[in-house]
């Protein structure tokens, strides 16, 4: 989850002396924001594993070497990336120049566009003919080491504790995008508000 009732009574004070027989009703709460956020901006942002099928004959570039993952795809894994071309083996990879390697995966761990940039020529033509799997997005707040902008996990904590103040909020509803534009969104501080709006560009 991008936040948890321990994240949030520590970021609230007035949640501090909260009894801890009402951290269940809280954890809702939190949950609630968590899926509520993504859905609201229109994109993913905990952690998942995909794979994808890029066409070949898309690469751009002066030798048409670079192919480019989905832009709402944030904090890709170099890690978890295998990419093969044309059914054959996984190639090789790089996170900088290395011309050793097949492919210089440029962007990876970031916010920013990532580019698989092919090292010795261009990507062959065809469609689908790139499989590329791969990681993104961030690991919660119940990870070992969680992963989640401190930005993020504010904007999920300010919904949160709206949706726990609210006496309309039935723990087991689900939020809808019209039911938080109309209840909770207006209620937002600045930077809540622009960390939601940036979410949002990126969906778009």
Not at 1 to 24: C, F, G, H, Q
Not at 131 to 155: C, I, K, N, R
């Amino acid at each position: 989850m991008l936040t948890d009732a321990a994240t949030i009574k520590s970021w609230a004070d007035e949640l501090s002396t909260l009894a801890p027989e009402r951290d269940v009703e809280l954890d809702r709460c939190a949950s609630a924001a968590s899926a509520l956020i993504p859905r609201v901006a229109g994109i993913t942002l905990e952690t998942m594993t995909v794979t994808v099928r890029l066409n070949g004959s898309d690469a751009v570039g002066p030798s048409g070497n670079i192919l480019e993952l989905d832009h709402t795809h944030r904090n890709v894994r170099f890690s978890g990336m295998t990419i093969t071309e044309n059914g054959g083996a996984a190639l090789t990879k790089t996170a900088t120049y290395d011309a050793t390697k097949a492919v210089s995966v440029e962007g990876s761990d970031s916010d920013n566009f990532v580019r698989l940039a092919r090292q010795n020529g261009a990507w062959s033509a065809g469609r689908g003919n790139i499989s590329v799997a791969y990681t993104f997005g961030y690991d919660g707040v119940e990870a070992a080491v969680p992963t989640v902008p401190a930005d993020v996990v504010q904007l999920a904590n300010e919904i949160a504790l709206l949706i726990f103040r609210s006496k309309a909020w039935i723990g087991a509803a689900v939020i809808t995008k019209e039911g938080f534009s109309k209840s909770y969104e207006k209620n937002l501080t600045p930077l809540a508000k622009m960390t939601l709006e940036r979410l949002k560009a990126w969906g778009r």
